[in-house]
Every structure is written in C-alpha cells, then in structure tokens.
Nanobody, 118 residues
Framework: QVQLVESGGGLVQAGGSLRLSCAASRIIFSLYTMAWYRQVPGKQRELVAE???????NYADSVKGRFTISRDNAKNTVHLQMNSLKPEDTAGYYC????????????WGQGTLVTVSS
C-alpha cells in the first residue's frame, strides 16, 4: 500500500515560518510529480505548489515568493518551506503524488493542519 505521511504542521504567528515534510513509501518516488494542496472547510482543495520529477516547480500566485517546494529523491521526501505566513494560509495541507507515466497512479496523504494567528 502506497503511503504519504505529512508532518510539520502547527500553530504559528503571522510572519512566522513552518516547514512541512511528506515522506513517501512503496512508490518509485523519482517518477512522481509531488505537490502540496490546501483546503479550508467549505472550500475546494487548491494547489499550493508542485514539483515535477525533473525538478520544475509551479506555485499558486498567493504563495509565490513566500513558499518553496523541494524534493529529496534519495529520501523519498518532499518539503514545503513556508515563510512570511499570513492568517489566510490557515488550512489543512495535503501531500499529493501523481505518476504521469504508465502505470498511472495518484495518492493523497492524510493532511496536516497549519494555523496562522494574527
């Protein structure tokens, strides 16, 4: 069973930083595009940042310049460094893995809560 386990969430004051980590198991990690999504109750889950198997990155406009996604293929881990956090960044953050080559596969983590106080 493929597994994604997130860690690093918590409570932080506005302007502070947090680093989320997602450890993957039972997948060929280097073949997957990894991403972080976030969701607030009552709203759709939205893409925060993604990093392809080749290392290309993409960010939501709302986090550009503040968040950085990175991956360590040797450790099957993806990180999201979040700086200059704002109260509107408060959400559940979910790790996502997707393989675009055969055999196609897609996995979600259970999520980790980030709360930014004003």
């Amino acid at each position: 069973q493929v597994q994604l386990v997130e860690s690093g969430g918590g409570l932080v004051q506005a302007g502070g930083s947090l680093r989320l980590s997602c450890a993957a198991s039972r997948i060929i990690f280097s073949l997957y595009t990894m991403a972080w999504y976030r969701q607030v109750p009552g709203k759709q889950r939205e893409l925060v940042a993604e990093i392809t198997s080749g290392g290309d990155t993409n960010y939501a406009d709302s986090v550009k310049g503040r968040f950085t996604i990175s991956r360590d293929n040797a450790k099957n881990t993806v990180h999201l460094q979040m700086n200059s956090l704002k109260p509107e960044d408060t959400a559940g953050y979910y790790c996502h893995a997707k393989r675009y080559t055969l055999p196609y596969n897609e996995v979600w983590g259970q999520g980790t809560l980030v709360t930014v106080s004003s």
